[in-house]
């Protein structure tokens, strides 16, 4: 569609990227310094995970997850950064968004010649990333920049007028396999996702190359899967745990998987979405030339995917980068009229949007129930009352028995999980309750969170020695959970 041809350098997109994700996200993520640390849901167990990490005990054996090991080496390096909130995480989920940010532009470049244009795609593209009704960072948050450099790819190979070498197409395996490795090592339903586009590549590749290089680019592809994977297989085969890693992590996790019918596609998963689904990957059909289907096939293959296991409307979040074929055909049609802008005119619709995008994120941010506007609410304080008492025991091991890691207090002190189920997942398995059961009766967890009327449990605590410690808060959200210790505490 438009050549790679070299075109004036600015930094202005870059800084431009830069200010609008700081700003959208410091207004709308839970991790910013403008909430606090009250509230957060599934990225408590990352960061539990990864603290966990972080101090020693080794992942699938000491503790668990349904989720990758990258995840929780995000989360934990986040945790050196900031150890009693999510603020490190903040500035790791920053830097994610800005280099996907980015990738969204020099996308946008292959296929229109105005880079202002190419650059209002992808701040816009915040909109999708951060919707109103995203809530936190998780995985699908994380895994957007592999899922945009692959797409990067793919339109390259699809809609440009670079011919393709043996070596970009060994380089464009080599790094769609890195990508590939990446979100295994996060959800590894992800990895399917990406399998559409190298399907793509790999047909456009053998139409303008022998069909030999269809197994070299195979190589590179697994080679590059391998390059991610490697690091953590080395890093559990040293810690003798690569056996039970693989287990917990894909044996466990697909055993906890909701039972759904080989239909998913049409039974399950959410119409809304499937129809912004369509939408989307319909939306830049009349301005393609060629492989026109291409991006509607990619976006009902991630929703197909997508609909597997959704059993939360956060697990469409994995759709949001899709929403570059609407903008881009948006961006395709003002390229097409031929509409040009003067620097400092581009400059300055530019610098509105930013501003727009902005008091959106800092706006609606204020929904979120730990915003710092809220002041304290009955919610933070029966949080912070719980976290106090978990605080006075030095990296007190806690376990959530039977229940959620709601509420997750041992954020702002530095707790570790007591044992490997330390929590209960999602569509809990017998051996979990089983084993958990039998950490507590040992009295390994220094705290307890367990729901007040699960009586079985309350009471098993109460004949091991633990009593409950007073977390009362009135019209607080967990007065229906008690925290139990087997020390006398004041």
């Not at 150890?83 to 989920?93: A, D």
């Not at 509607?296 to 059993?311: E, H, K, M, R, S």
């Not at 976290?387 to 702002?412: E, F, Q, T």
């Not at 007591?418 to 009766?441: G, L, S």
């Amino acid at each position: 569609m438009t050549s790679l041809r070299s075109k004036p350098h600015s930094l202005f997109p870059i800084i431009a990227i830069v200010f609008a994700t700081f700003l959208v996200m410091l207004g709308m993520s839970i991790d910013s310094p403008t909430h606090d640390v009250t509230g957060h849901i599934d990225s408590s167990w990352y960061m539990m995970c990864g603290r966990a990490w972080m101090n020693g005990l080794t992942p699938y054996v000491d503790f668990t997850d349904s989720k990758g090991p990258l995840l929780w080496l995000i989360y934990g390096i986040g945790y050196l950064i900031s150890p009693c909130n999510y603020q490190g995480v903040f500035l790791l989920s920053c830097l994610s968004f800005i280099t996907t940010s980015f990738i969204v532009y020099r996308t946008a470049r292959l296929l229109v010649t105005n880079r202002y244009i190419a650059l209002w795609v992808a701040i816009l593209m915040l909109l999708a990333f951060f919707h109103p009704l995203h809530y936190e960072t998780r995985s699908e948050d994380f895994a957007q920049l592999f899922f945009v450099t692959t797409l990067y790819y793919c339109i390259r190979f699809c809609y440009t007028d670079e011919k393709i070498t043996s070596q970009s197409f060994r380089n464009a395996m080599l790094v769609t396999g890195m990508c590939m490795g990446a979100v295994m090592m996060m959800k590894f339903t992800f990895t399917f996702m990406l399998i559409i586009m190298v399907i793509v590549m790999l047909y456009v590749a053998m139409k303008a190359l022998h069909w030999k290089y269809l197994f070299q680019g195979g190589a590179y592809l697994l080679l590059g899967i391998l390059l991610s994977l490697l690091p953590f297989a080395v890093y559990f085969l040293i810690k003798g745990a690569l056996t039970q890693a693989i287990y917990q992590y894909f044996v466990v996790t697909l055993s906890t998987a909701p039972d759904k019918t080989p239909f998913f596609f049409l039974l399950h998963g959410s119409k809304t979405y499937l129809i912004i689904t369509i939408i989307a990957g319909l939306s830049i059909l009349p301005m393609l030339k060629q492989y026109r289907f291409v991006p509607i096939i990619i976006a009902l293959w991630f929703y197909g995917i997508t609909t597997i296991n959704a059993d939360w409307s956060y697990y469409y979040n994995s759709l949001n980068f899709l929403a570059f074929f609407p903008l881009i055909a948006l961006g395709l049609k003002l390229n097409k009229q031929g509409i040009t802008f003067h620097d400092s005119k581009a400059r300055a619709i530019s610098i509105v949007i930013i501003i727009l995008l902005s008091v959106y994120a800092i706006l609606w941010g204020t929904n979120h129930r730990g915003h710092i506007i809220h002041g304290q609410t009955p919610e933070k304080i029966q949080y912070h009352m719980f976290a106090s008492w978990v605080g006075k025991v030095p990296h007190a091991r806690i376990a959530y028995l039977n229940c959620h890691c709601i509420p997750a207090c041992g954020d702002p002190v530095e707790a570790l999980p007591a044992c490997q189920y330390w929590a209960r997942q999602n569509n809990v398995t017998i051996t979990m309750k089983t084993q958990q059961d039998r950490q507590v009766m040992k009295q390994k967890p220094d705290f307890v969170i367990v729901t007040l009327t699960d009586s079985e449990h309350v009471s098993m605590l109460t004949n091991l020695g633990y009593h409950q410690l007073p977390t009362h808060v009135e019209n607080a959200p967990f007065n229906n959970k008690g925290l139990f210790t087997r020390y006398a505490l004041e």
